[in-house]
């Protein structure tokens, strides 16, 4: 499994919108995007998208302040796209928790750069202290290719099954509480009830399990949460 690194678009403006998507799809990333900031932070939550491109100017908030709602769970990166070009608005967003700025208009190979820039960084940041691979019985992760195999066979799974997946194995030998994980995975503007979560462990233990009913890697701890077994 090589997921495609996913976009987010917060943009109200449908032609730049449908611009900058047909852009980034070309390039072969994932995007989704949004017209309004509400709806934005809640796809970024439900998503968990490598990086999100943000308009300043939304008619339901100010992008700003999706910025620094945005930072008070999620870490993902945050490319700035406005029209307003003044220093103090820049440092603004980036004081705010904004990783980069660009002005309207702007070109798509500088688009691009600033892009594959952004999510190199991030990719550093959890680069230095990418822990070795984990290794259980006949499952593999290597989180520096972001490949599961199970036999050496290739795993393909979706990005928030990865994301459980490595939040699970890099933590394994310990429960991890239902609430904890929907807030490391999904972050706090999603519904409080777990549903979204077993589906998803279902999913995972769909591929990884040889039988899901009696598991040997992802253990369900009743009332509390999941446990992975420990990394051999
Ligand atoms: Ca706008």
Known sequence: MNPKHSILLIEDEENIRSFISTTIKNQ?????????????????????????????GLPDMDGMDVISKLREWSPTPVIVISARNHEQEKAKALDLGADDYITKPFSTIELLARIRTSLRHAG????????????????????DKHLVTLSKEMVHLTQIEYKLLTLLSQNSGKVLTYSYIMEKIWGPYVDNNNQILR????????????????PEHVFTEIGIGYRMAECE
């Open 28 to 56: 072969g990333y994932k995007i989704t995007t949004a017209s309004t900031g509400l709806d934005g932070l809640h796809l970024c939550a439900s998503l968990c998208p490598d990086l999100i491109l943000l308009d300043l």
């Open 124 to 143: 550093n940041l959890t680069g230095a202290q990418t822990p070795a691979p984990y290794h259980h019985k006949d499952l593999t992760i290597d989180y």
């Open 199 to 214: 589906v998803n462990m279902a999913n995972i233990r769909r591929k990884i399990e040889k039988n899901p009913a009696t």
